[in-house]
């Protein structure tokens, strides 16, 4: 009986001799036995994931790879792993299997498991190979493209890390089936926020789609993780490292986020895509409140928040209503910041995000007071 195999978009991250594909399709895993083979001629393959995670997928990745020897490094699940402990694991595990360069590492998993795994590949040997295979819907469409990797630490988070690519990206749509809805919110956030920052029809295709998106649809998931994707793609493309202020419009929201989820002490209480969602809207009433963007834009974006089920203000997330002072001293510790102060991603408008640079921040200490003055828990 001949076996079809699943249809598949690869969308090209152009980074001359470093460019990758990064694979969408459901039932992608299938064929991940041959894509492992074209990148390395080893037989064994460490494969970092969760105890979550495995549970749920590892066995799936076992069978794909038959034809290698599958060494699991299983971590504890949630933000707290990515840490200095937890990376040096993973790095002893990586050395005592005496890997070299030519050796691949696969991090199957979310945005953690994603961000640890790719620190220890970019310094283990200074640089060795790796593979992301995300399983978070957040993971697919941000975190696993792009070569950013790191740590937190007490100051911050993500403070600690390295630019440092993978060799491919495979992103298999069935992995999402197993899914929480409240994940596929958090993950959405990361996808719409691609509309705010440059494409206003993207954003459009959200407000139509999103319930769909969220619940699971097949049709509506594939289409924005290739949109979003392929938006993130031409970004690192043209400001790998961000020196250019152009792959800074993708911390749109993060700033407020980071905050949030410091305030929260980076647990399950808040993820990260529901600080960034909280923190986009915020960037957007901040917009307006400094008459840069209309205030229709910013009600539309938190009307739109709210009714696909996600927090769009930092007191639904239980935030303190004195906390303001404490969430600027979090900013404080951005790794954006410079000499010249803290950059914020601030917008014109939907779909047109920018850098907006010497920002007071009494200001934003003002705004955040009176953002946390209202919808207490909602």
Known sequence: MKTTMPEITDVTVGLGPRSYQVSIGAGLLTSAGA??????KKRRVAVVTDTSVAALHLPRLREALAGFEVVPIVLPPGEATKS????EAVVDALLALEVTRSDVVIA???GVIGDLTGFAAAIVKRGMAFVQVPTTLLAMVDSSVGGKTGINTRAGKNLVGAFHQPVAVWADLELLQSLPL???RAGYAEIVKYGLIADAAFYAWCEANAAALVAGDSAALAHAVAQSCRAKAAIVAADERETDDIRALLNLGHTFGHALEAETGFGGALLHGEAVGIGM???FRFSARRGLCPQADADRLTAHLRAVGMMAWPGEAGIAADAAPGLVRHMLHDKKMTADGLPFILARGIGDAFVAKGVPMEAVTAFLADEL??????
């Open 108 to 110: 199957l998993g979310g």
């Open 373 to 378: 003055a209202v919808h207490r828990h909602v």
């Open 35 to 40: 894509r492992l083979a074209a990148l390395t």
């Open 281 to 283: 809207a915020q960037a």
């Open 84 to 87: 200095f402990a937890q990376l």
């Open 182 to 184: 409240r994940e596929r």
